[in-house]
Each structure stands twice: as C-alpha cells, then as structure tokens.
C-alpha cells in the first residue's frame, strides 16, 4: 500500500487553524491540535488525524460541541476538585484538569480532579504523560458513548472506558499504558472501515451473539445498538472477559458518580428522536507526586529495572523481543519524527475536503510514496 506523509508541523498548523474557522478560540485550538497530533507521532493512528474531522469539527458543526470553552470549578479541595465542562472541547478540559491535579499532588502529595459534561478529549497517554514529565504518576480515565457489552450480555452498554497509567522511568521513555478496556475500539474499526478490511474476528459480537468482521456496518451498527465491542477477555467467563467488563464498570463509575455526571446509555449522542445532543462524558485524572514516597531518581531507577528484566527474560519460540508499555509508541515516535505523519489515501482526501471547504488553498499536502 503507498505510503502518503505529511510533515508534523504542516499538520499542526493546518488542524490549528481549521479550530479556529469553526469559533475555537486560538489558544485552545492550539491544545487541541497538539493532541491530535501527538497520537500520529506516536503511532496511535486511531486517535490523531484520522478523528479529526468526525469527532470534533463535524461535532462542532452540528451544535453537540461548544468551541468556545468554559470550565467552572464547582467544588474543591486541597488534594481534590470537581470540574463542569459545559459542554466545551474536551482536550482543552482535560490538559486544564490534569494540571490542576498535578499542582495539587505538588502540594499535598496526590490530587484528583474529577470532569463532567465534557467531550472526547484525544489519547488519554497524553494527559497521563503530563504528570510523567513533572516527575509524578499519571492515571487518567474517561467514560464514552456505549460500545462494550457486559460479560453475557449483546447490549451495548459501557464505552471503551480507558484506564490509563504513566509512570516515570531512568528509560528514554516512560511505561505508558494508554488502552480501551475492550479488545479494540472504535477507532481502530473505523480505519479497518476506510481501508476497506474486515474486522479480525473476536472483536464485535452482534445480536445473534456471534462475531461480526464488517467493518463499516459494525460502525453503524454500534450507534444502532445491534452491535457490541467485546470486553478485554472476551466473550464470556472462560477466557476471563468479566475482567475487561469489571475494569470498564470502574471508570464508568469513577467518570460518572463522583461528579455526578452521565453515564452508560445517557452518552449516546443522540435524544428520544434520534437527534443530535451533546455527549456528556466524564473523566477523571489523579497525579501521585514521587517524592512523597521516596526520591525521584531512585524510583525512576527501580520501575527501569522492573522494565529491563521484563524485556529481557526468555521469549516464545520465534519472537523476535518483548516490549513494556510505551516502548512500542517510542520507537514509532523516533522513526516518525523526521518524516512525519502517515496516513491513507482516503484519510488524504478528507483533509482535501476540508482545506476546499474552509478555502484553506495555501496548505499543500504532499505525498512521499
């Protein structure tokens, strides 16, 4: 298949300024983008670019997405707050929640803040790699519209739900577990859908209970409530699903009842009539500040340690090495970061379409076959 790259920054720039056409402020257009573009360097292509238009400018357009957000402390703690999203852009909610927790482990050793009424907000890792960077423990979860069924059950009820975790390393990366609690998400069957593949089966089970490998009709199906994405697991109890179902059922939780938020089929997107309506979703971010347990450097050396003896014990017959978390998206980044970010021909055509569509004709993307 060709191989089509666009340079980092000319993306960058390009998504900026398409924010900004739509009412997003520059500032928060800014933060938006560099989320976006932060999953393609790091390989996460389900969430970078290839979103931006479905998620968030085609969402803004139809009135379910604030562009102009406006975030409201309604309750607070030294170690804890409760923010109210109303409805704005989610990744401008989340980098500002996270700060704040990671300020308020600074003071007092943890924080947590707690999100409702916000929107999809990118790649959870990059809010987990917040606290990383500022030498502490990162651990982010969100809710989101209802794909995952229950351990026995067809109904979609529970979102992808991540339960994120960074944690600092004497590495050149940090162990980032950034995953969905089912085993794929929407976004990775929504570019099975462009490229024209079938789903590997295991992934979506429909109402018959058996799996379903069509990609584009999965995704519509998922919205009709036909479909359902199985829990990390699988399907019932004998390859231990209920633990993917049980681990989702926690962020739901801890995105919705602490702030007192939606949850479950409340995120649907759409009214009694089918129409359109914000999503509501919650999140949660907590920062652990190291140093109140022990020194950076020698917790940094003891997680790089636990990393190195992973990677180096005895491997299956035929594997060529084992990873840790994050490492993967590190080596992506290190070869990406010079060529830029890669995409397909239908994805290219999209971003066409909106430079057409917002008469953005001085933005030439360039193809490198």
């Given amino acids: 298949m060709d191989e089509i790259r666009i340079d980092f920054d000319l993306l960058n720039a390009f998504m900026k300024d398409v924010f900004i056409k739509v009412g997003v402020p520059e500032k ?20 970078g670019v290839s979103r931006f238009k479905p998620i968030y400018i085609d969402r803004i357009l139809r009135g379910q997405v604030s562009p102009v957000t406006s975030l409201e402390i309604v309750r607070q703690a030294p170690s ?31 924080g947590m803040v707690a999100v409702r009424d916000s929107n999809h907000f990118g790649i959870a890792g990059y ?18 519209r209802p794909s995952i069924a229950p351990t026995f059950g067809i109904e979609n009820m529970l979102g992808t739900n991540p339960w994120t975790v960074g944690i600092p390393t004497d590495e050149a990366f940090p162990f980032l577990l950034d995953c969905a609690t089912s085993v794929s998400q929407r976004g990775k069957i929504e570019v099975y859908a462009r490229t024209g593949k079938p789903l590997p089966a295991g992934w979506v089970v429909g109402e018959d209970g058996r799996y379903r490998t069509d990609a584009a009709q999965v995704l519509d199906d998922l919205i009709k409530g036909r479909a359902a994405l199985v829990p990390v697991g699988g399907v019932g109890e004998e390859t231990a699903g209920y633990k993917g179902y049980g681990y989702a059922t926690v962020v739901e939780i801890l995105s919705a009842a602490l702030q007192g938020g939606a949850f479950l089929k409340m995120l649907t997107g759409l009214n009694e009539k089918g129409e359109s309506v914000p999503y509501r979703l919650g999140h949660f971010f907590i920062a652990a500040h190291i140093e109140s347990f022990t020194t950076l450097e020698a917790f940094r050396k003891t997680a790089g340690e636990i990393c190195r003896n992973l990677r180096n014990s005895r491997k299956i017959q035929g594997a060529e090495r084992i990873y840790t978390a994050g490492e993967k998206e590190y080596l992506i980044y290190e070869d990406r970061k010079d060529k830029g ?24 993307f360039t193809e490198a076959l």
């Fill in 28 to 47: 928060d257009a800014e933060v938006c983008a560099d989320v976006l573009i932060t999953a393609d360097k790091y390989g996460i292509d389900s969430h």
């Fill in 80 to 110: 804890t707050s409760v923010m109210d999203g109303h409805n704005g852009m989610g990744m401008v909610i989340a980098k500002e929640a996270m700060q704040t927790a990671i300020d308020k482990a600074g003071q007092t050793g943890m």
């Fill in 127 to 144: 809010y987990a790699r917040m606290a990383v960077n500022a030498g502490m423990i990162g651990i982010v979860g969100t809710n989101a």
């Fill in 341 to 364: 970010a890669l995409i397909d021909k239908a994805l290219l055509n999209v971003l066409t379409g909106l430079r057409e569509q917002f008469h953005m004709d001085h933005y030439q």
